[in-house]
């Protein structure tokens, strides 16, 4: 069973960019990973997801054009670059596998088994 590890998060001003890494023990070809995120009192959102082998990426609408998700596969890390955050993108950032195979369904949350742990993310206006 694959195994998550998150960083990168911070605070930045509004118009910043942070990157956000995602270093799994493995990643299984099929399986895609994913970044959501959450707001205390909000439902988890999908954020960006890519599949392990292949180079398909996915993007909610409130983040294309200005988040890229990306892998090292020789890492095994999953990357996810923000540009021109906004104040609504500050929340805790979690990264997910283990299910989703192909992406099908990438942004429901109850699709992945393994979550690494979170990493908080917090844009001032």
């Known amino acids: 069973r694959a195994r998550l590890v998150a960083s990168g998060g911070g605070s930045v001003q509004s118009g910043g960019s942070l990157r956000l890494s995602c270093v799994a023990s493995r990643y299984s070809g099929r399986h895609c990973i994913a970044w959501f995120r959450q707001v205390p009192g909000k439902e988890r959102e999908g954020v960006a997801a890519?599949?392990?082998?292949?180079?398909?990426?996915y993007y909610s609408p409130a983040v294309k054009g200005r988040f890229t998700i990306s892998r090292d596969n020789a890492k095994n890390t999953v990357y996810l670059q923000m540009w021109s955050l906004k104040p609504e993108d500050t929340a805790m950032y979690y990264c997910?596998?283990?299910?989703?195979?192909?992406?099908?369904?990438?942004?429901?949350?109850?699709?992945?088994?393994?979550w690494g742990q979170g990493t908080q993310v917090t844009v001032a206006s």
């Open positions: 890519i599949i392990a082998e292949g180079w398909s990426t």
């Open positions: 997910a596998t283990g299910g989703a195979l192909w992406c099908t369904n990438w942004n429901v949350g109850r699709e992945y088994s393994v």
